[in-house]
């Protein structure tokens, strides 16, 4: 889907509990790919079931950060 180059992806869980990622048409190739697996992040790690969105994203970079080989 196009979007605003500033939102990369966002998923939705369904009412039937399934997941929809979507992702930006815009981005690079590589982007996407990074995109999905930020999203797949979140549903592996439950993040539905929270509610501190900012907990949320933070945990979620560090998370992309670390598997792109970027340790604090």
Not at 18 to 25: E, G, Q, R, T
Request: charged share 35%; proline share 3%; net charge negative.
């Amino acid at each position: 889907m196009d979007m605003d180059t500033c939102v990369h992806a966002f998923v939705r869980q369904t009412p039937t509990d399934d997941y929809v990622i979507i992702i930006n048409a815009r981005l690079s190739d590589q982007a996407q790919r990074e995109a999905f697996q930020h999203e797949m992040w979140h549903i592996e790690n439950h993040d539905f079931e929270k509610s501190d969105v900012q907990a949320i994203e933070y945990e979620a970079h560090k998370h992309d950060k670390e598997e792109r080989g970027f340790r604090p």
